[in-house]
Nanobody, 123 residues
Framework: QVQLVNSGGGSVQAGGSLNLSCEAS????????VAWFRQVPGKEREGVVF???????TYADSVKGRFTASKDDAKHTLYLQIGRLKPEDTGTYYC?????????????????WGQGTQVTVSS
């Protein structure tokens, strides 16, 4: 069983940046795909970054060029740098993992979830 712990959210003004982290209870290495999702109340969870087991990273069009994801396998930690923030980036951000090589777009393909961290962007 993998446990994920999110941290690093906060409140910023539009144009600002934040660094989010997700610490795993074990090395995710090359056995897991991981992803970052976000959700606002009343809407479905939206995938924003997908990292397959080889480390290949894909970004949703809505965040491409503004968000940067990375992994530190030695620290069992995922990072998400979010920049040039817009009010529509507001939401609860979750990291997710699955013991599968391909990073799926659907949230129900992920078995392991962080508790989420709130990001609020004001205009």
């Amino acid at each position: 069983q993998v446990q994920l712990v999110n941290s690093g959210g906060g409140s910023v003004q539009a144009g600002g940046s934040l660094n989010l982290s997700c610490e795993a209870s074990t090395s995710l290495g090359t056995s897991y795909s991981v992803a970052w999702f976000r959700q606002v109340p009343g809407k479905e969870r939206e995938g924003v970054v997908f990292i397959d087991s080889t480390g290949e990273t894909t970004y949703a069009d809505s965040v491409k060029g503004r968000f940067t994801a990375s992994k530190d396998d030695a620290k069992h930690t995922l990072y998400l740098q979010i920049g040039r923030l817009k009010p529509e980036d507001t939401g609860t951000y979750y990291c997710a993992g699955a013991r599968w090589f391909r990073a799926e777009r659907e949230s129900d393909k992920y078995n392991y979830w962080g508790q989420g961290t709130q990001v609020t962007v004001s205009s």
